[in-house]
């Protein structure tokens, strides 16, 4: 995810849904009808508004139905393809039917489309119609970035490498301030290089690692342009990154209300933008992020440190 991707995830169609949601939830509870829904009172520990930027992800248990829908209908599609033109090949080849083949063949396209499928259709069952099965909140989260108090914090759920039994939460925080940033390049299983940016503390053992928040690519601009953001983000005397997302929150921070005052920021900037506008800015933004400048910029930590291999 990078400025970007964060563009693409919150359209104004998004914005526009959720605020109505929001608007009905409002005059519900002044007239105390509002009745919450049965996953309303989860508290996913995730929270990207003014103050912080917190993340967490989903349990084991819900990405393995995640997986098995994506995954199963994925490799049915594969599969279907190549089972179709070997089917095709050796009806060509041989005297024998469409059902002769296909009985040879049973075992194998049992295998190789029937699993998929199941996977498949299992998946979109739990997820369509039985929420209770895959949505779930997590332990907890697993870092955040606060805004408002300027701290970094590493939720730690382990004590010497096992996981704490008696349910406790360990915080490791510091000062933003205190933490620098680098990519890790890495092989996949192909041997192209894989980028992936990282937080680590100056001082103690302290680290973030943003690739699950950003899947780790062969350019480094994407996380450049990331880490552009988490500055951008953590900066109070500046006010907060213009993305879609935040829009409802401006006029919260004190900083950002005060920069809209004075430039005459439309306060509905993104909510009705339309969608031929809004594709064209994503463009845009990706196109900066493509010739982002951050390698040519001074290095402003060189005076203050020694680095060394």
Known sequence: MTAANLFEKFPPKELRLHEGFKKEREEQIAANSYDPTPYGHIDFHIRDDH????????????HLWMYMLGGGRFLFFLFFVIQFFILLAELIDTNKTILKVMN?????????????????????LVIQFIPSLWLKPSRGPIWELNRRTGLVTV?????????????????????????????????????????VLYLAHRYRNIMINFGA????GPEVQPACALWD??????DVSRPLPDLPQYEEY?????????????TGRNPRFWI?????????VVREMHQRVASIDTFQRPNLMAAYVTYVD
């Open 104 to 124: 040879d063949y049973s075992s194998t396209l049992f295998i190789f489309l029937g699993i998929p499928l199941g996977c498949w259709l299992a998946g979109t």
């Open 51 to 62: 103050e912080r930027f917190r993340y967490a992800l989903l349990p084991a248990s819900s």
């Open 272 to 280: 009705d933008m339309d969608d031929a506008t809004f594709k064209q």
């Open 229 to 234: 953001f988490i500055q951008n983000y953590m």
């Open 155 to 195: 939720f730690d759920y382990k004590n010497n490498g096992e996981y704490k039994k008696n349910g406790t939460i360990g915080e490791l925080t510091a000062p933003f301030y205190e933490f620098d940033a680098y990519i890790a390049t890495s092989p996949d299983s192909q041997g192209m290089p894989m980028n």
């Open 250 to 262: 401006r006029h919260l921070d004190p900083t950002t209300a005060e920069y809209d005052r004075r």
């Open 213 to 216: 928040l950003l899947c780790p």
